[in-house]
């Protein structure tokens, strides 16, 4: 499975961003999707996360820190995944990662089998 991210930019706090996975060379509808973001000087750490449809369970899942500004959303004839970035603040600045999985959506990056290259989100205040 190949991932491609992208729909990253340059921002000011307030706006929105929407973030695309492409994903190629497996069964996508199976997949488990999830954002990850790392900013300068920090550990990597879950966004959001939506499971694919093999697995029981909860459909999606977001950090508490995007909970109602955040939306996670795929569309398995595309292949792609998506974030909704809403109302983005300057501590949201980071190189967002997605990522997949053949199993329950989780949010340890640890149990991600693939990952895209990142794309870059920076929010000026």
């Known amino acids: 499975v190949q991932l491609q991210a992208s729909g990253g930019g340059l921002v000011q706090a307030g706006d929105s961003l929407r973030l695309s996975c492409a994903a190629s060379?497996?069964?996508?509808?199976?997949?488990?999707m999830g954002w990850f973001r790392q900013a300068p000087g920090k550990e990597r750490e879950f966004v959001a996360g939506?499971?694919?449809?093999?697995?029981?369970?909860?459909?999606?899942k977001y950090a508490h820190f995007v909970e109602g500004r955040f939306t996670i959303s795929r569309d398995n004839a595309r292949k792609k995944a998506y974030l909704q970035m809403n109302s983005l603040k300057p501590e949201d600045t980071a190189v967002y990662y997605c990522?997949?999985?053949?199993?329950?959506?989780?949010?340890?990056?640890?149990?991600?089998?693939?990952w895209g290259q990142g794309t870059e989100v920076t929010v000026s205040s």
């Open positions: 939506i499971r694919g449809i093999e697995w029981s369970g909860i459909d999606t």
């Open positions: 990522a997949a999985r053949r199993a329950l959506l989780g949010d340890s990056d640890s149990t991600y089998d693939y």
């Open positions: 060379g497996g069964s996508f509808s199976f997949l488990t």
